[in-house]
């Protein structure tokens, strides 16, 4: 299911028009989005939870050249699918 898709299945199931249901959609994100950026962690009670990981710089392999190259140190957002969402796709 890509963007579309998801929004005019919101659109459908909430009884909204799609550039409404467009317009809630792009707010959850982008509030989801400002709470990670800001560290802090989002939780939504039945589906799962947000949260932002730090990855530690580390040594690679360039598959190429076999050459030893050097990966930095970055953040990572982290998914952890609730209960609820779990048992639906089981």
Known sequence: MNKTELVNA?????NLSKVDAKAALDATLN????????????AILGFG?????EKGARTGIN??????????????VKFK???ELDSKVK
């Open 49 to 53: 939870t947000f949260a932002v990981s």
């Open 63 to 76: 598959p190429r050249t076999k050459e030893k190259i050097e990966i930095p140190a970055r953040k990572s």
């Open 31 to 42: 509030a989801i989005g400002g709470a990670l950026a800001a560290g802090e962690k989002v």
């Open 81 to 83: 699918a609730g209960a």
């Open 10 to 14: 919101i659109a459908e199931q909430a």
